[in-house]
């Protein structure tokens, strides 16, 4: 556009020239290939400028430089090569003219675009800026020519003639032309444009995913709208009950958190997720067809198929991050982690204009809470992010593809105007995430205290206090460096269930009589006790009671062995009053006890990710295979049918009604049964009838492998089923472990059940 607009500005000008008083066959005439060559130079060598200044996202001062003397010489190039085109007339050229005119393009030109790309890498180039580089581009092109135009000199060498090169008003239509298509281009962006800000302020009302990625320098990555990357999840969550509501306490954002830190458990069942859904929305009755990010129930042969909303909306999720992976042109595997947070958009609508003859008093409270509208300062929107750090390598790459990167003060503003939030609440949101990108979230090597603190919530849930800054740990305390030995875990067992007033009692009384060695460590634990009391700073911790028990964490540092360390972690714990506030203090906070017991399972190495990913595939595998045999049969004329199954998904080990006991280890036999005829060409016609070419049958068995071999005659029954056509596959299963936030749940339950029935009956 650019570059037209100079070539525009220099045929129009040349205008405004009248040779001789305006006699018409003495008037300039112009060659048709030097008037095409001269509007191809600037679009070329200003393409080329404009490409290097693209190389990096710093906007350094060589390089606007450069940037510069090659624009302007673009536009003496091109103003120049315009004259060489005169066929009618000698023309000659003043040399101080032609230098002042080409000092005059390149200054303006370098500080106008030098200004324009400064303020547009840092996402501040509003309006009016943007004019005021206009202009001052503008005006370089314009003094440029018309101070080389001062400075030439024309000498007649024939009069014009027909047909032998472009007259002025050839060249003027030419012109309008070429501006009149420009026009329409850029009216054409405009509303491209503004249909985006549309599909945000759309999505600001909806549940989106929005990809969080920070480079090393601390900037945010944005596409060139300005926005985040992100794809819609559904329109809404469909609660089962009013009293349901999705947030990070629910089971199903708990699943997605886990998921999100083991992408190679999801990635191959992508493709069936996204068939699934295919065939949820093509199977049904147009009568029956309900969108699937609207509705968790689908119709089929005209039933309905009880399959649960959060299942559906599991699978949109996989699949809004599968298309934003694709979208920024990397793995899913390096998409990033789900935040432990959830931000509602739509907070701050735009105000819309009156209808006429519309009501005084404007929207009805009641009746928007009767079709389950919330008020506008609720939000009507959830935002979902998927954070990582990129490295300097993967900054670059996503910049060449496009993207691009920017300070957070300087890009909050116009993404809190997308989304229709509050400035300041997505400044904070985002500033947390860059603060947990930037540090270590596990414990350091060594022996802890710790507060375990529940709160009880509504419906049966409980908060637990956490970090802040990090909200999978506690607030902890280090103890010393290195493991306990045998008499200073016996010191621990005669604090076993005292409060923290008791053990300070208990532990002067022992320091006074105590040896050199047993006192230091006496101190060390006083002091540790009295620096946790500190840090929580609340009446709460006082009538926390001590056990002693040691609880094995992952810490943060590996050693030579390549294994990962262990932390021992003693812990007070105590269950708070309901009216107590969150935040407690400025470092700590209650959170959801349901994503805190999930958090201590995705730590980096975690041998709970394998059992969690055959979680996945025992829910998720079977359900293209349902919908295709539930489609298939449809078109039978046999009444026999195929009901569609829909999978459950297994218990895990951090369920609360769980047992206590220790996860047994466990064979699991999973058969899958391809039933065939002998034959060939049975077999073939049996195939294609099936989704995969046979009957999918997953059975899941616990055997005692311990057992099994203390009597080994028991494995040696077998029966063979190969001539049935059956295959079966034996495995070891991955089984989750309890971690320490599951086994101190159950027993802070088990102890407040006892409190308020009594204790069990032999």
């Not at 490295?391 to 909050?412: E, P």
Request: charged share 20%; with cysteine; hydrophobic share 40%.
């Amino acid at each position: 556009m650019g570059a037209v607009a100079i070539w525009a500005m220099h045929y129009i000008g040349n205008r405004a020239i009248t040779m001789l008083d305006g006699q018409r066959e003495l008037q300039i005439q112009y060659s048709a290939g030097y008037t095409g060559g001269s509007f191809l130079l600037p679009i070329c060598v200003v393409s080329i400028a404009f490409y290097l200044l693209s190389l990096s996202e710093k906007v350094d001062i060589i390089r606007i430089a450069v940037v510069g003397i090659l624009t302007g010489a673009a536009i003496c190039g091109m103003h120049y090569l315009g004259q060489g085109g005169i066929a009618n007339y000698y023309v000659s050229y003043g040399w101080p003219y032609v230098l002042g005119s080409a000092f005059i393009a390149v200054i303006a030109a370098t500080v106008a675009l030098g200004v324009f790309f400064y303020l547009k890498r840092n996402w501040t180039n509003t309006w009016w800026k943007r004019a005021l580089c206009a202009a001052l581009l503008a005006s370089s092109v314009s003094g440029m020519h018309w101070v080389a135009s001062a400075g030439t000199v024309y000498r007649l060498r024939h009069q014009a003639r027909k047909g032998n090169g472009l007259g002025r008003q050839a060249t003027v239509v030419i012109v309008l032309c070429l501006a009149l298509g420009c026009c329409i281009t850029l009216i054409t962006f405009a509303v491209i444009g503004q249909r985006v800000k549309t599909r945000s302020a759309h999505r600001a009302q909806e549940v989106v995913l929005a990809s969080t990625i920070f480079d090393t320098e601390g900037k945010l990555l944005v596409t060139p709208e300005g926005t985040l990357p992100s794809r819609k999840i559904a329109k809404t969550y469909l609660e089962k009950t009013y009293d349901e509501i999705f947030d990070i306490d629910h089971p199903v954002f708990v699943w997605l958190y886990r998921a999100s830190h083991y992408w190679p458990g999801v990635v191959d069942l992508i493709p069936r997720m996204k068939a699934h859904l295919r065939a949820t929305r093509e199977g049904n009755s147009p009568d029956q067809r309900m969108d699937a990010a609207t509705s968790g129930r689908t119709a089929v042969n005209g039933e309905r198929d009880q399959v649960d909303f959060g299942t559906t909306f599991k699978e949109l999720f996989c699949v809004a991050a599968s298309e934003l992976a694709e979208s920024t042109q990397e793995p899913l595997e390096h998409l990033g982690v789900l935040f432990e947070s959830i931000m509602y958009t739509g907070t701050v609508g735009r105000p819309r204009k009156r209808r006429p003859f519309s009501k005084a008093l404007g929207d009805n409270s009641l009746s928007n809470a009767e079709r389950g509208q919330l008020p506008s300062s609720f939000g009507r929107g959830q935002l979902l992010f998927l954070v990582r750090q990129a490295s300097r390598q993967d900054a670059m790459r996503l910049q060449s593809a496009g993207f691009g990167f920017a300070a957070l003060t300087n890009i909050v503003p116009s993404l809190a105007h997308s989304m229709e939030v509050s400035t300041s609440e997505l400044s904070i949101q985002l500033h947390q995430i860059q603060r947990n990108l930037s540090s270590e979230s596990m414990l350091e090597p060594g022996v802890h205290l710790a507060c375990y603190a529940l709160r009880p919530k509504f419906h049966g849930r409980w908060d637990v206090l956490i970090n802040k800054a990090h909200k999978n740990l506690l607030p902890s305390v280090h103890l010393t460096q290195c493991s306990l030995s045998s008499w200073q875990m016996d010191i621990m067992q005669e604090l076993n269930n005292l409060t923290v007033s008791e053990c300070y009692l208990y532990l002067q009384n022992r320091m006074s009589h105590a040896e050199s060695q047993e006192e230091i460590f006496l101190a060390k634990l006083d002091e540790a006790i009295s620096s946790l009391a500190g840090q929580i700073d609340h009446p709460l911790f006082q009538d926390a009671r001590f056990l002693a028990r040691p609880f094995s964490i992952p810490c943060q540092t590996w050693d030579p062995s390549r294994h990962r360390r262990k932390a021992t972690v003693m812990m007070f714990r105590v269950i708070a009053d309901a009216h107590y506030s969150s935040p407690l203090n400025g470092r700590f906070e209650f959170g959801s006890s349901r994503l805190f017991r999930a958090q201590q399972h995705v730590y980096p190495g975690s041998p709970d990710h394998g059992a969690f990913a055959r979680q996945i595939h025992l829910e998720f595998a079977g359900l293209a295979e349902a919908k295709a045999m539930s489609s298939i049969n449809s078109g039978r004329s046999t009444p026999r049918r195929l009901s569609s199954i829909s999978p459950t998904s297994s218990p895990t080990a951090s369920n609360i009604g769980q047992s206590e006991q220790e996860p047994s280890r466990r064979i699991s036999q999973t058969s899958v049964g391809d039933v065939r005829s002998p034959s060939n060409k049975q077999s073939k016609s049996h195939k294609a009838h099936t989704f995969f070419g046979g009957i999918h049958v997953q059975r899941e068995i616990s055997v005692d492998v311990n057992e099994l071999q203390e009597h080994p005659e028991l494995g040696q029954h077998n029966m063979e089923l190969g001539a049935y056509g059956a295959h079966s596959e034996a495995s070891v299963a991955p089984t989750e472990i309890d971690t320490f936030a599951d086994e101190l749940m159950l027993l802070m339950m088990e102890e407040r059940r006892q409190q308020t029935v009594g204790p069990k009956s032999s």
